[in-house]
């Protein structure tokens, strides 16, 4: 993909620096959240940039669009050239062809990308229809969201390196607001794939109006020790204590118990922890 982009790019630098690197990042986004039947919230958006990194007598400079169109492809070449004059560092740089990825990673799905936006909406009402008719005790249906997004990478530079990655995702949530006299609970639950035929609404509301209406009327119990046992969701609240030790640019800086434990194991062998970044809309 963008190749007639990264051709223009190469062609134009050629006999202007000793190197050069392109990065190119696009993305889109979609969500939908139902309320009474009707969309209440849309949202889609995509992006794309090209990043250029340039090395002209052993000084780097560097540039960015997101404009995609032959005059500013060579603009951004001159302005990277422009600001290495400005660059003053003795520190050598070097461009790399590094070699391919042996494992091929599963993270992309044509078949997510053929569902169309009919089928994504009727889901997210079909969430608040369920969710709304599994129990007389469930008053309110805040959320039915689905939502989706893809990413496209590629680098490429003058060494020979040229290689690119798409990967996607679909997660759906309910939440549901349960009551029983003056008790009031909220229940949610949601579910991350790429293979749409997994997106069960009715399993999806069930479980989010299970969770709620199983809170209605807690009681305290008296102070004492307990055998306890955690489900699988607490662990996650649990662990989320420790999180940032968990973030490469904390091993990376030292700050870290985990460095140096790459490929070690450093808990029970029944414990995989998987991250993830989610948004709420």
Known sequence: ??????????????????????????????SVRIHEQNVEAFNYADSKGIGIRIIKNGKVGYSYTEEFDEKTFKMIVDEALENSKFIDSNKMISLEKYPDIKEKLDVYSEDLDKVTVDEKVQFAKDLERYAKDYDKR??????????????????????GLDKEDVHNFAYAYTGILASEGNDKRMGMDFIISRDFKKFNAHELAAKSCKKGLDLLNGKAIKSGKYAVVFDNEMMPTLLSTFSSIFSAKSVQEGKSLLKGKLNKIIANEMVTVINFFFIFI
């Not at 190749?3 to 979609?30: G, R």
């Open 138 to 159: 469930i008053v309110n249906v805040p959320y039915a969201v689905f939502g989706d997004g893809k990413a496209y990478n590629r680098i490429a530079n003058s060494k």
């Open 1 to 30: 993909m963008y190749n007639k982009e990264f051709k223009l790019i190469f062609d134009y630098a050629q006999n202007k620096v000793d190197d050069i690197e392109i990065y190119l990042s696009a993305d889109t986004s979609f």
